[in-house]
Protein backbone atom coordinates (compact mmCIF):
# COMPACT_ATOMS: atom_id res chain seq x y z
CA UNK A 1 0.00 0.00 0.00
CA UNK A 2 1.35 3.26 -0.97
CA UNK A 3 0.08 5.63 1.48
CA UNK A 4 1.34 9.51 1.37
CA UNK A 5 0.36 11.75 4.67
CA UNK A 6 0.89 15.53 3.35
CA UNK A 7 1.27 17.94 5.70
CA UNK A 8 1.61 21.66 3.52
CA UNK A 9 2.70 24.87 5.44
CA UNK A 10 2.62 28.26 3.61
CA UNK A 11 1.37 31.45 4.12
CA UNK A 12 -1.87 32.68 3.47
CA UNK A 13 -2.83 33.76 -0.08
CA UNK A 14 -0.59 31.52 -1.50
CA UNK A 15 -3.40 28.80 -2.30
CA UNK A 16 -2.15 25.99 0.18
CA UNK A 17 -6.27 24.77 0.57
CA UNK A 18 -6.18 24.68 -3.31
CA UNK A 19 -3.95 23.11 -3.46
CA UNK A 20 -4.57 20.48 -1.32
CA UNK A 21 -7.76 20.41 -3.12
CA UNK A 22 -6.27 20.01 -6.63
CA UNK A 23 -3.62 17.23 -4.79
CA UNK A 24 -7.30 15.48 -3.78
CA UNK A 25 -9.28 15.38 -6.96
CA UNK A 26 -6.61 14.48 -8.96
CA UNK A 27 -6.14 11.57 -6.51
CA UNK A 28 -10.07 10.75 -7.23
CA UNK A 29 -9.68 11.32 -11.07
CA UNK A 30 -6.97 8.47 -11.14
CA UNK A 31 -9.46 6.28 -9.81
CA UNK A 32 -7.35 6.12 -6.68
CA UNK A 33 -8.14 7.57 -2.75
CA UNK A 34 -7.41 11.19 -1.59
CA UNK A 35 -8.95 12.58 2.17
CA UNK A 36 -8.63 16.28 2.98
CA UNK A 37 -8.71 18.21 5.77
CA UNK A 38 -9.92 22.05 5.96
CA UNK A 39 -8.22 23.79 8.46
CA UNK A 40 -10.46 26.31 10.33
CA UNK A 41 -9.00 29.44 11.77
CA UNK A 42 -8.54 33.05 10.99
CA UNK A 43 -6.28 32.61 8.01
CA UNK A 44 -5.33 35.65 6.55
CA UNK A 45 -2.45 37.15 3.89
CA UNK A 46 0.88 36.10 4.69
CA UNK A 47 -0.22 34.21 8.16
CA UNK A 48 0.55 30.94 8.67
CA UNK A 49 -1.81 28.45 6.75
CA UNK A 50 -1.98 24.25 6.77
CA UNK A 51 -3.57 21.92 5.04
CA UNK A 52 -3.38 18.24 5.45
CA UNK A 53 -3.78 15.73 2.58
CA UNK A 54 -3.78 12.00 2.54
CA UNK A 55 -3.42 9.95 -0.43
CA UNK A 56 -3.12 6.35 -1.32
CA UNK A 57 -4.26 3.69 -3.77
CA UNK A 58 -6.40 1.73 -0.95
CA UNK A 59 -9.24 3.38 1.08
CA UNK A 60 -8.49 6.03 3.79
CA UNK A 61 -9.80 5.60 7.24
CA UNK A 62 -8.34 7.88 9.16
CA UNK A 63 -9.52 11.53 9.74
CA UNK A 64 -7.98 14.61 11.24
CA UNK A 65 -4.82 16.76 10.47
CA UNK A 66 -1.83 15.21 10.30
CA UNK A 67 0.04 15.00 13.13
CA UNK A 68 3.09 12.71 11.74
CA UNK A 69 3.49 12.97 8.11
CA UNK A 70 5.63 11.56 5.40
CA UNK A 71 5.70 13.87 3.27
CA UNK A 72 6.15 18.20 3.78
CA UNK A 73 5.55 20.61 1.30
CA UNK A 74 6.92 23.93 2.37
CA UNK A 75 5.38 26.49 0.10
CA UNK A 76 7.53 29.77 1.47
CA UNK A 77 10.72 30.29 2.75
CA UNK A 78 9.42 32.06 6.23
CA UNK A 79 7.26 28.91 7.21
CA UNK A 80 11.01 28.04 8.40
CA UNK A 81 13.24 31.69 8.49
CA UNK A 82 10.34 33.13 10.12
CA UNK A 83 8.97 30.14 11.81
CA UNK A 84 5.69 30.87 10.09
CA UNK A 85 4.29 27.56 11.11
CA UNK A 86 1.46 25.83 13.14
CA UNK A 87 4.27 23.14 14.52
CA UNK A 88 8.07 24.47 15.33
CA UNK A 89 10.13 23.12 13.78
CA UNK A 90 8.32 22.78 10.32
CA UNK A 91 9.52 18.96 10.77
CA UNK A 92 8.01 18.32 13.67
CA UNK A 93 6.55 14.93 13.69
CA UNK A 94 8.07 13.90 10.10
CA UNK A 95 8.22 10.38 10.08
CA UNK A 96 11.44 8.48 9.24
CA UNK A 97 12.62 8.10 5.15
CA UNK A 98 9.90 11.14 4.68
CA UNK A 99 10.27 14.09 2.27
CA UNK A 100 10.42 17.45 2.21
CA UNK A 101 9.59 19.80 -0.89
CA UNK A 102 10.33 23.65 -0.09
CA UNK A 103 9.89 26.26 -2.38
CA UNK A 104 13.14 28.18 -2.13
CA UNK A 105 15.96 29.52 -4.30
CA UNK A 106 18.51 29.49 -1.16
CA UNK A 107 19.75 26.60 0.79
CA UNK A 108 17.53 27.90 3.93
CA UNK A 109 17.48 24.78 6.24
CA UNK A 110 19.48 25.43 9.53
CA UNK A 111 22.47 23.29 10.02
CA UNK A 112 21.28 21.90 13.32
CA UNK A 113 18.19 21.28 11.49
CA UNK A 114 19.78 19.56 8.47
CA UNK A 115 21.52 17.07 11.14
CA UNK A 116 18.41 15.75 12.37
CA UNK A 117 16.67 15.78 9.32
CA UNK A 118 20.01 13.39 8.13
CA UNK A 119 19.27 11.62 10.89
CA UNK A 120 15.44 10.18 9.92
CA UNK A 121 16.79 9.79 6.19
CA UNK A 122 14.52 12.83 4.84
CA UNK A 123 14.42 13.47 1.26
CA UNK A 124 14.93 17.18 0.52
CA UNK A 125 14.04 18.66 -2.61
CA UNK A 126 14.07 22.60 -2.72
CA UNK A 127 12.88 24.49 -5.79
CA UNK A 128 12.65 28.27 -6.63
CA UNK A 129 8.81 27.78 -7.30
CA UNK A 130 8.02 31.47 -6.85
CA UNK A 131 10.45 31.99 -9.88
CA UNK A 132 9.46 29.46 -11.79
CA UNK A 133 5.73 30.82 -11.30
CA UNK A 134 6.17 34.27 -12.37
CA UNK A 135 8.85 33.13 -14.90
CA UNK A 136 6.37 31.00 -16.49
CA UNK A 137 2.74 31.60 -15.69
CA UNK A 138 3.32 35.16 -15.55
CA UNK A 139 2.25 35.24 -11.62
CA UNK A 140 3.47 34.44 -7.91
CA UNK A 141 0.41 32.79 -7.44
CA UNK A 142 0.97 30.02 -9.33
CA UNK A 143 3.53 28.84 -6.70
CA UNK A 144 1.30 25.86 -5.29
CA UNK A 145 0.71 24.51 -9.07
CA UNK A 146 4.48 24.81 -9.12
CA UNK A 147 4.55 22.63 -5.77
CA UNK A 148 1.97 20.12 -7.08
CA UNK A 149 3.55 19.56 -9.90
CA UNK A 150 7.16 18.44 -8.14
CA UNK A 151 5.01 16.04 -5.79
CA UNK A 152 3.21 14.30 -8.32
CA UNK A 153 6.78 14.88 -10.15
CA UNK A 154 8.51 12.67 -7.77
CA UNK A 155 5.70 10.21 -6.88
CA UNK A 156 4.27 9.68 -10.13
CA UNK A 157 1.09 8.80 -8.29
CA UNK A 158 -0.99 10.24 -11.00
CA UNK A 159 -0.68 11.06 -14.59
CA UNK A 160 -1.03 14.42 -16.45
CA UNK A 161 -4.42 13.81 -17.29
CA UNK A 162 -5.78 13.64 -13.95
CA UNK A 163 -3.93 16.62 -12.92
CA UNK A 164 -5.47 18.47 -15.69
CA UNK A 165 -9.11 17.07 -15.04
CA UNK A 166 -8.33 18.54 -11.36
CA UNK A 167 -7.58 21.95 -12.08
CA UNK A 168 -10.41 22.05 -14.67
CA UNK A 169 -12.72 20.66 -12.29
CA UNK A 170 -11.43 23.27 -9.47
CA UNK A 171 -11.37 26.38 -11.89
CA UNK A 172 -13.93 25.41 -14.70
CA UNK A 173 -16.24 23.00 -13.33
CA UNK A 174 -19.79 24.30 -12.80
CA UNK A 175 -19.20 28.08 -14.00
CA UNK A 176 -19.52 27.56 -17.34
CA UNK A 177 -23.21 26.76 -19.08
CA UNK A 178 -22.70 27.01 -22.35
CA UNK A 179 -26.48 26.54 -23.37
CA UNK A 180 -27.76 29.45 -20.59
CA UNK A 181 -28.80 32.90 -21.20
CA UNK A 182 -28.98 35.57 -24.08
CA UNK A 183 -26.39 36.26 -26.15
CA UNK A 184 -24.58 39.24 -24.27
CA UNK A 185 -25.16 36.78 -21.28
CA UNK A 186 -23.18 33.73 -23.24
CA UNK A 187 -20.25 36.65 -24.52
CA UNK A 188 -19.63 38.03 -21.04
CA UNK A 189 -19.59 33.70 -19.41
CA UNK A 190 -17.33 32.82 -22.61
CA UNK A 191 -15.03 35.98 -21.82
CA UNK A 192 -14.74 34.75 -18.15
CA UNK A 193 -14.37 31.11 -19.65
CA UNK A 194 -11.75 32.29 -22.74
CA UNK A 195 -10.03 34.00 -19.12
CA UNK A 196 -10.36 31.18 -16.94
CA UNK A 197 -9.05 28.47 -19.91
CA UNK A 198 -5.74 31.13 -20.69
CA UNK A 199 -5.22 30.86 -16.51
CA UNK A 200 -5.72 26.77 -16.51
CA UNK A 201 -3.40 26.80 -19.20
CA UNK A 202 -0.47 28.42 -17.71
CA UNK A 203 -1.26 26.47 -14.44
CA UNK A 204 -0.70 23.66 -16.26
CA UNK A 205 2.59 24.86 -18.41
CA UNK A 206 4.17 25.57 -14.11
CA UNK A 207 3.10 21.78 -13.51
CA UNK A 208 4.76 20.39 -16.67
CA UNK A 209 8.11 22.27 -16.04
CA UNK A 210 8.24 21.06 -12.41
CA UNK A 211 7.10 17.72 -13.16
CA UNK A 212 9.76 17.62 -15.78
CA UNK A 213 12.20 18.95 -13.12
CA UNK A 214 12.02 16.62 -10.59
CA UNK A 215 12.49 13.89 -13.80
CA UNK A 216 15.87 15.71 -15.22
CA UNK A 217 17.14 15.72 -11.56
CA UNK A 218 16.12 12.38 -10.96
CA UNK A 219 14.50 12.91 -7.78
CA UNK A 220 10.97 10.31 -9.72
CA UNK A 221 10.63 7.44 -6.52
CA UNK A 222 11.95 4.68 -7.58
CA UNK A 223 9.05 1.75 -6.17
CA UNK A 224 11.25 0.12 -3.44
CA UNK A 225 12.20 3.65 -2.55
CA UNK A 226 8.82 4.66 -1.67
CA UNK A 227 8.35 6.39 1.58
CA UNK A 228 7.38 4.95 4.54
CA UNK A 229 3.69 3.79 5.64
CA UNK B 1 -37.56 17.74 -6.66
CA UNK B 2 -38.69 13.89 -7.66
CA UNK B 3 -41.90 12.15 -7.12
CA UNK B 4 -41.26 10.38 -4.42
CA UNK B 5 -42.91 6.91 -4.33
CA UNK B 6 -42.93 4.76 -0.71
CA UNK B 7 -41.72 1.48 -0.31
CA UNK B 8 -41.22 -0.50 2.84
CA UNK B 9 -38.20 0.11 5.06
CA UNK B 10 -36.81 -3.23 4.58
CA UNK B 11 -36.61 -2.26 0.68
CA UNK B 12 -35.42 0.95 1.27
CA UNK B 13 -32.55 0.26 4.13
CA UNK B 14 -31.33 -3.13 2.76
CA UNK B 15 -32.10 -4.20 -0.86
CA UNK B 16 -32.78 -1.03 -2.89
CA UNK B 17 -29.75 -1.00 -5.27
CA UNK B 18 -27.33 1.80 -4.35
CA UNK B 19 -25.26 4.59 -6.10
CA UNK B 20 -22.01 5.65 -4.54
CA UNK B 21 -21.57 9.79 -4.22
CA UNK B 22 -18.92 11.75 -2.28
CA UNK B 23 -20.65 13.84 0.07
CA UNK B 24 -19.84 15.19 3.72
CA UNK B 25 -21.34 14.00 6.97
CA UNK B 26 -23.85 17.12 6.95
CA UNK B 27 -24.95 16.02 3.48
CA UNK B 28 -25.18 12.33 4.71
CA UNK B 29 -27.41 13.75 7.41
CA UNK B 30 -29.48 15.28 5.31
CA UNK B 31 -30.33 12.92 2.18
CA UNK B 32 -31.23 9.73 5.28
CA UNK B 33 -33.88 12.89 6.21
CA UNK B 34 -34.56 13.54 2.20
CA UNK B 35 -35.71 9.76 2.15
CA UNK B 36 -37.16 9.58 5.57
CA UNK B 37 -40.71 10.81 4.85
CA UNK B 38 -40.14 13.27 7.68
CA UNK B 39 -43.06 16.14 8.50
CA UNK B 40 -41.51 18.29 10.44
CA UNK B 41 -38.02 19.67 11.55
CA UNK B 42 -37.13 22.10 14.33
CA UNK B 43 -33.95 23.13 15.63
CA UNK B 44 -31.35 26.08 16.44
CA UNK B 45 -28.08 26.64 14.63
CA UNK B 46 -25.28 26.16 16.54
CA UNK B 47 -21.53 24.99 14.99
CA UNK B 48 -20.66 22.42 13.76
CA UNK B 49 -24.20 21.37 13.58
CA UNK B 50 -25.62 24.20 11.59
CA UNK B 51 -25.04 23.05 8.21
CA UNK B 52 -26.66 20.02 8.81
CA UNK B 53 -30.17 21.95 9.29
CA UNK B 54 -29.48 24.10 6.90
CA UNK B 55 -29.43 21.66 4.29
CA UNK B 56 -32.76 19.93 5.85
CA UNK B 57 -34.01 23.56 5.60
CA UNK B 58 -33.28 23.28 1.90
CA UNK B 59 -35.28 19.77 2.16
CA UNK B 60 -38.51 21.43 3.10
CA UNK B 61 -37.90 24.28 0.63
CA UNK B 62 -37.85 21.85 -2.34
CA UNK B 63 -40.72 19.79 -1.07
CA UNK B 64 -39.01 16.83 1.07
CA UNK B 65 -40.02 17.89 4.57
CA UNK B 66 -43.53 19.23 5.01
CA UNK B 67 -42.57 21.85 8.03
CA UNK B 68 -39.51 23.53 8.87
CA UNK B 69 -38.89 26.38 11.45
CA UNK B 70 -35.72 27.79 13.96
CA UNK B 71 -36.29 27.37 17.26
CA UNK B 72 -36.28 30.34 19.58
CA UNK B 73 -33.24 28.21 21.59
CA UNK B 74 -32.81 24.88 21.99
CA UNK B 75 -35.07 24.14 25.03
CA UNK B 76 -37.72 25.38 22.61
CA UNK B 77 -36.50 23.14 20.27
CA UNK B 78 -36.62 19.94 21.69
CA UNK B 79 -39.89 20.85 23.43
CA UNK B 80 -41.26 21.76 20.40
CA UNK B 81 -40.19 18.15 19.12
CA UNK B 82 -41.82 16.43 21.96
CA UNK B 83 -45.11 18.10 20.91
CA UNK B 84 -44.75 17.85 17.39
CA UNK B 85 -44.26 13.49 17.74
CA UNK B 86 -47.21 13.31 20.32
CA UNK B 87 -48.95 14.84 18.12
CA UNK B 88 -48.46 12.44 15.16
CA UNK B 89 -45.60 13.75 13.59
CA UNK B 90 -42.28 12.33 12.18
CA UNK B 91 -39.51 14.72 13.57
CA UNK B 92 -35.93 15.43 13.07
CA UNK B 93 -33.72 17.84 14.86
CA UNK B 94 -30.02 18.35 15.32
CA UNK B 95 -27.79 20.22 17.89
CA UNK B 96 -24.00 20.64 18.85
CA UNK B 97 -22.23 20.39 22.33
CA UNK B 98 -23.70 23.51 23.76
CA UNK B 99 -26.77 23.19 22.36
CA UNK B 100 -27.18 19.84 23.36
CA UNK B 101 -26.49 20.55 27.30
CA UNK B 102 -29.10 23.35 26.59
CA UNK B 103 -31.78 21.20 25.21
CA UNK B 104 -30.74 18.38 27.59
CA UNK B 105 -33.58 18.77 30.22
CA UNK B 106 -36.05 18.50 27.17
CA UNK B 107 -34.51 15.93 25.51
CA UNK B 108 -33.97 13.30 28.61
CA UNK B 109 -37.80 13.81 29.28
CA UNK B 110 -38.15 11.96 25.53
CA UNK B 111 -38.15 8.87 26.70
CA UNK B 112 -40.61 8.60 29.19
CA UNK B 113 -42.76 10.18 27.10
CA UNK B 114 -42.65 7.86 24.42
CA UNK B 115 -41.49 10.33 21.55
CA UNK B 116 -39.84 8.86 18.93
CA UNK B 117 -37.52 11.31 16.72
CA UNK B 118 -33.96 10.90 15.72
CA UNK B 119 -31.93 13.71 16.91
CA UNK B 120 -28.80 14.55 15.51
CA UNK B 121 -25.46 15.20 17.74
CA UNK B 122 -22.04 16.36 15.67
CA UNK B 123 -20.14 16.73 18.99
CA UNK B 124 -18.16 19.63 20.13
CA UNK B 125 -16.43 20.96 23.36
CA UNK B 126 -18.99 21.46 26.05
CA UNK B 127 -16.72 22.61 29.15
CA UNK B 128 -14.60 26.16 29.30
CA UNK B 129 -12.55 27.29 27.64
CA UNK B 130 -14.88 28.05 24.36
CA UNK B 131 -14.02 26.43 21.69
CA UNK B 132 -16.00 24.31 18.21
CA UNK B 133 -13.76 21.55 18.04
CA UNK B 134 -14.97 17.74 18.60
CA UNK B 135 -14.45 16.51 21.57
CA UNK B 136 -17.18 13.89 22.45
CA UNK B 137 -17.65 14.46 26.11
CA UNK B 138 -21.02 14.99 25.88
CA UNK B 139 -22.20 11.35 24.25
CA UNK B 140 -21.92 10.66 28.05
CA UNK B 141 -24.21 12.98 29.03
CA UNK B 142 -27.08 10.71 26.94
CA UNK B 143 -25.90 7.22 28.19
CA UNK B 144 -28.24 7.43 31.35
CA UNK B 145 -31.44 8.50 29.88
CA UNK B 146 -33.19 5.68 27.81
CA UNK B 147 -32.53 6.91 24.84
CA UNK B 148 -31.55 4.92 21.76
CA UNK B 149 -27.44 5.97 21.17
CA UNK B 150 -26.04 5.19 17.98
CA UNK B 151 -22.04 6.41 17.09
CA UNK B 152 -21.43 6.79 13.86
CA UNK B 153 -17.62 6.14 12.25
CA UNK B 154 -18.04 7.85 8.96
CA UNK B 155 -20.40 9.57 6.22
CA UNK B 156 -21.83 6.34 4.86
CA UNK B 157 -22.42 5.46 9.29
CA UNK B 158 -24.42 8.83 9.43
CA UNK B 159 -26.58 7.99 6.44
CA UNK B 160 -27.35 4.23 7.79
CA UNK B 161 -27.73 4.79 11.47
CA UNK B 162 -30.33 8.12 10.49
CA UNK B 163 -32.38 6.28 8.15
CA UNK B 164 -32.50 3.13 10.31
CA UNK B 165 -32.61 5.60 13.15
CA UNK B 166 -36.66 6.61 12.40
CA UNK B 167 -37.49 3.00 11.42
CA UNK B 168 -36.28 1.75 14.64
CA UNK B 169 -37.52 4.32 16.83
CA UNK B 170 -41.24 4.38 15.87
CA UNK B 171 -41.04 0.73 16.11
CA UNK B 172 -43.87 -0.22 18.80
CA UNK B 173 -42.12 -2.41 20.79
CA UNK B 174 -39.17 0.11 21.39
CA UNK B 175 -40.92 3.97 20.75
CA UNK B 176 -38.19 5.68 21.93
CA UNK B 177 -35.80 8.61 20.96
CA UNK B 178 -32.67 7.19 18.33
CA UNK B 179 -29.56 9.71 18.54
CA UNK B 180 -27.01 9.45 15.81
CA UNK B 181 -23.94 11.15 17.31
CA UNK B 182 -20.85 11.48 15.27
CA UNK B 183 -17.50 13.77 15.47
CA UNK B 184 -18.35 17.70 14.62
CA UNK B 185 -15.77 18.76 11.50
CA UNK B 186 -14.06 15.07 11.56
CA UNK B 187 -17.25 13.53 9.91
CA UNK B 188 -19.77 16.14 9.21
CA UNK B 189 -17.20 18.76 7.12
CA UNK B 190 -15.56 16.18 5.76
CA UNK B 191 -16.06 14.39 2.90
CA UNK B 192 -16.78 10.35 2.00
CA UNK B 193 -17.95 7.31 0.19
CA UNK B 194 -21.54 6.91 0.70
CA UNK B 195 -23.93 4.42 -0.86
CA UNK B 196 -27.51 5.39 -1.09
CA UNK B 197 -30.58 4.23 -2.69
CA UNK B 198 -32.49 6.24 -5.48
CA UNK B 199 -33.79 9.69 -3.74
CA UNK B 200 -37.14 8.89 -5.24
CA UNK B 201 -37.96 6.33 -2.75
CA UNK B 202 -38.72 7.72 0.93
CA UNK B 203 -40.00 5.14 3.91
CA UNK B 204 -43.71 4.90 4.90
CA UNK B 205 -45.39 7.98 6.42
CA UNK B 206 -45.02 7.55 10.35
CA UNK B 207 -48.67 5.75 11.76
CA UNK B 208 -49.21 7.29 15.16
CA UNK B 209 -51.85 4.94 16.11
CA UNK B 210 -49.13 2.12 15.72
CA UNK B 211 -47.58 2.55 19.08
CA UNK B 212 -47.73 1.52 22.63
CA UNK B 213 -48.63 5.02 23.72
CA UNK B 214 -51.33 6.72 21.28
CA UNK B 215 -50.63 10.12 20.47
CA UNK B 216 -53.07 12.86 22.01
CA UNK B 217 -54.83 10.76 24.67
CA UNK B 218 -54.58 11.82 28.23
CA UNK B 219 -56.30 8.69 29.60
CA UNK B 220 -53.07 6.41 28.68
CA UNK B 221 -49.42 6.79 30.20
CA UNK B 222 -47.80 9.06 29.93
CA UNK B 223 -50.29 11.90 29.44
CA UNK B 224 -52.27 10.32 32.26
CA UNK B 225 -49.66 9.71 34.90
CA UNK B 226 -48.63 13.79 34.12
CA UNK B 227 -51.82 14.92 34.79
CA UNK B 228 -53.59 12.32 37.74
CA UNK B 229 -52.36 12.60 40.92
CA UNK B 230 -50.00 9.92 41.83
CA UNK B 231 -47.17 11.01 40.34
CA UNK B 232 -47.83 14.36 41.49
CA UNK B 233 -47.64 13.50 44.94
CA UNK B 234 -44.88 12.24 47.15
CA UNK B 235 -46.57 9.16 48.13
CA UNK B 236 -46.39 5.26 47.44
CA UNK B 237 -48.53 5.03 44.02
CA UNK B 238 -46.18 7.88 42.71
CA UNK B 239 -42.88 5.63 43.27
CA UNK B 240 -44.20 2.79 42.53
CA UNK B 241 -45.77 4.58 38.60
CA UNK B 242 -42.80 6.19 38.03
CA UNK B 243 -40.33 3.08 38.71
CA UNK B 244 -42.53 0.78 36.71
CA UNK B 245 -42.18 3.30 33.91
CA UNK B 246 -38.10 3.26 34.28
CA UNK B 247 -38.15 0.07 33.83
CA UNK B 248 -40.48 -0.04 30.77
CA UNK B 249 -38.35 2.58 29.04
CA UNK B 250 -35.23 0.59 29.80
CA UNK B 251 -36.84 -2.67 28.36
CA UNK B 252 -38.20 -0.82 25.30
CA UNK B 253 -34.28 0.52 25.19
CA UNK B 254 -33.01 -3.38 25.14
CA UNK B 255 -35.64 -4.38 22.58
CA UNK B 256 -34.37 -2.55 20.15
CA UNK B 257 -31.21 -4.16 19.77
CA UNK B 258 -33.44 -7.24 17.53
CA UNK B 259 -33.80 -4.37 15.05
CA UNK B 260 -30.42 -2.77 15.32
CA UNK B 261 -29.42 -6.48 14.34
CA UNK B 262 -32.24 -6.38 11.60
CA UNK B 263 -31.34 -3.00 9.93
CA UNK B 264 -27.27 -1.95 11.01
CA UNK B 265 -26.16 -5.62 11.00
CA UNK B 266 -25.19 -5.61 14.44
CA UNK B 267 -24.24 -3.42 17.40
CA UNK B 268 -20.47 -4.33 16.64
CA UNK B 269 -18.20 -4.99 13.83
CA UNK B 270 -15.24 -6.92 14.76
CA UNK B 271 -12.24 -7.48 12.31
CA UNK B 272 -10.03 -10.14 12.64
CA UNK B 273 -11.99 -11.90 15.90
CA UNK B 274 -9.06 -14.43 16.72
CA UNK B 275 -6.24 -11.31 17.26
CA UNK B 276 -4.83 -11.18 20.68
CA UNK B 277 -4.76 -6.92 21.18
CA UNK B 278 -8.27 -5.59 20.18
CA UNK B 279 -8.92 -2.15 19.93
CA UNK B 280 -12.96 -1.03 21.14
CA UNK B 281 -14.14 2.34 19.65
CA UNK B 282 -17.07 4.16 18.74
CA UNK B 283 -17.25 6.87 16.30
CA UNK B 284 -14.76 8.05 14.64
CA UNK B 285 -11.98 6.59 16.93
CA UNK B 286 -12.86 3.58 15.16
CA UNK B 287 -11.46 4.80 12.07
CA UNK B 288 -8.51 5.57 13.87
CA UNK B 289 -8.82 1.91 15.24
CA UNK B 290 -9.12 0.85 11.84
CA UNK B 291 -6.20 2.27 10.24
CA UNK B 292 -4.29 1.00 13.30
CA UNK B 293 -5.10 -2.23 12.98
CA UNK B 294 -4.59 -2.59 9.31
CA UNK B 295 -1.12 -1.18 9.79
CA UNK B 296 -0.77 -3.94 12.64
CA UNK B 297 -1.94 -6.29 10.29
CA UNK B 298 0.57 -5.24 7.76
CA UNK B 299 3.72 -5.82 10.29
CA UNK B 300 2.00 -9.42 11.26
CA UNK B 301 1.08 -8.72 14.25
CA UNK B 302 -2.19 -10.16 16.01
CA UNK B 303 -3.97 -7.02 16.48
CA UNK B 304 -8.53 -6.87 15.95
CA UNK B 305 -11.05 -4.09 16.10
CA UNK B 306 -14.61 -4.23 17.86
CA UNK B 307 -15.97 -1.33 16.57
CA UNK B 308 -19.44 -0.27 18.60
CA UNK B 309 -21.76 0.95 16.53
CA UNK B 310 -24.61 0.95 19.49
CA UNK B 311 -23.72 2.56 22.96
CA UNK B 312 -27.26 2.06 23.98
CA UNK B 313 -28.34 -0.78 24.34
CA UNK B 314 -24.77 -1.34 25.02
CA UNK B 315 -23.79 -4.85 23.24
CA UNK B 316 -22.45 -6.36 26.57
CA UNK B 317 -22.76 -10.36 25.20
CA UNK B 318 -21.57 -8.98 21.83
CA UNK B 319 -18.14 -7.43 23.33
CA UNK B 320 -17.86 -9.65 26.39
CA UNK B 321 -18.04 -12.58 23.62
CA UNK B 322 -15.42 -10.77 20.69
CA UNK B 323 -12.86 -9.93 24.04
CA UNK B 324 -12.84 -13.27 25.54
CA UNK B 325 -9.50 -14.61 24.01
CA UNK B 326 -8.05 -10.81 24.18
CA UNK B 327 -4.37 -10.18 26.17
CA UNK B 328 -5.12 -6.49 26.28
CA UNK B 329 -7.45 -3.79 24.90
CA UNK B 330 -7.03 -0.69 23.53
CA UNK B 331 -9.85 2.24 23.93
CA UNK B 332 -8.70 5.30 21.77
CA UNK B 333 -11.28 8.09 22.78
CA UNK B 334 -11.72 11.21 21.81
CA UNK B 335 -12.74 12.68 25.67
CA UNK B 336 -11.03 13.18 28.85
CA UNK B 337 -12.89 10.80 31.07
CA UNK B 338 -12.94 7.79 28.77
CA UNK B 339 -16.23 6.61 28.82
CA UNK B 340 -15.93 4.08 26.37
CA UNK B 341 -13.65 2.28 28.50
CA UNK B 342 -15.79 2.75 31.26
CA UNK B 343 -18.44 0.70 29.41
CA UNK B 344 -16.32 -2.16 28.22
CA UNK B 345 -14.51 -2.35 31.90
CA UNK B 346 -18.05 -2.84 32.90
CA UNK B 347 -19.14 -6.04 31.11
CA UNK B 348 -15.85 -7.83 30.86
CA UNK B 349 -14.99 -10.16 33.79
CA UNK B 350 -11.17 -9.24 33.39
CA UNK B 351 -11.77 -5.61 33.32
CA UNK B 352 -7.63 -5.32 33.93
CA UNK B 353 -6.70 -6.31 30.34
CA UNK B 354 -8.08 -2.46 29.19
CA UNK B 355 -5.20 -0.25 28.98
CA UNK B 356 -7.21 3.18 29.36
CA UNK B 357 -6.43 5.21 26.01
CA UNK B 358 -4.93 6.44 24.55
CA UNK B 359 -6.94 9.68 24.98
CA UNK B 360 -6.96 12.90 23.17
CA UNK B 361 -9.59 15.85 23.97
CA UNK B 362 -10.10 19.45 23.28
CA UNK B 363 -11.29 18.28 20.03
CA UNK B 364 -7.68 17.81 18.56
CA UNK B 365 -6.89 14.68 16.22
CA UNK B 366 -6.25 11.31 17.62
CA UNK B 367 -3.16 10.36 15.65
CA UNK B 368 -3.63 6.88 14.68
CA UNK B 369 0.59 6.61 15.83
CA UNK B 370 -1.13 6.94 19.45
CA UNK B 371 -2.56 3.87 18.90
CA UNK B 372 0.21 2.19 17.39
CA UNK B 373 2.32 2.64 20.60
CA UNK B 374 -0.39 1.22 22.82
CA UNK B 375 -0.18 -2.12 20.27
CA UNK B 376 3.55 -2.08 20.68
CA UNK B 377 3.52 -1.75 24.44
CA UNK B 378 0.83 -3.94 25.37
CA UNK B 379 2.84 -6.98 22.62
CA UNK B 380 6.05 -6.24 24.27
CA UNK B 381 7.20 -4.79 21.12
CA UNK B 382 10.44 -2.00 21.57
CA UNK B 383 10.40 0.49 18.54
CA UNK B 384 13.03 3.16 18.87
CA UNK B 385 11.33 6.41 18.66
CA UNK B 386 13.01 9.11 16.08
CA UNK B 387 10.32 11.55 15.36
CA UNK B 388 10.63 15.14 16.92
CA UNK B 389 7.87 16.23 18.29
Same mark, same amino acid.
Given at each position: ???????????????????????????????????????????????????????????????????????????????????????????????????? !?????? #?????? #? &? &????? !??????????????? #?????????????????????? !??????????????????????????????????????????? !?????????????????????????????? | ??????? =????????????? @???????????????????????????????????????? /???????????? =???? /??? /???????????????????????????????????????????T??????????P?N??I??????????LHAEN??D????????????? @????? *?????ATE??FV????????????????????????????????????????????? @????????????????????????? $???????????????????????ASGCAAAQ???????????? *??????KVK?L??????????? *?????????PEH?????L???????????????????????????????????? $????????? @????
Amino acid at each position: MKRYNIRIAGVGGQGVVTSAHILGNAMSAAGKYATLVPFFGSEKRMAPVEAYVRVSDQPIYEVGEVVYPNVIMIYHPQVITHGKSYTMPFYTGLKENGLI !LINSDA #DIIPDE #D &K &KVLED !LNARIYMIPATQIAR #DIAGTELATNMAMVGLFFGITR !LVGLEHIEKALYERFLGGTFVASGGTTALDSAIEKKFKKKQEL !LAKNMEVIKYTMKLAEENGWVEEEEKKVAT | MPDQRVV =EPEYLLLEAPREK @KFITGSQAFAEAVKRANVDIAIAYPITPQSETMHLVGDLY /AQGYVKDYYRAE =EEYG /AMS /AIAGAVRGGARAFTATSGPGLLRGLEAIVSWPGHRIPVVLGVMTRVVNAPLSIQPDNIEISYLLNAGLVVLHAENQQDVFDFTLAGFVISE @KVDVY *LPVVVATEGFFVTHAKGYVQMPSEDMKLPPRDPYKAPVPPTDCEIPPARIQRDAPVQ @KSNFMSYLIHAVWQQEVWSANRRAM $KWIYKYLGGPVEVVNPDAEVFIVASGCAAAQGREAQRYAEQEG *LPVGLVKVKSLRPFPEKEVREA *LKNAKAVIVPEHNIVGWLAKEVKSVIPNSGIVIDGPRVYGGMTLPVELIMEEIY $KALGIKKEK @KTVV
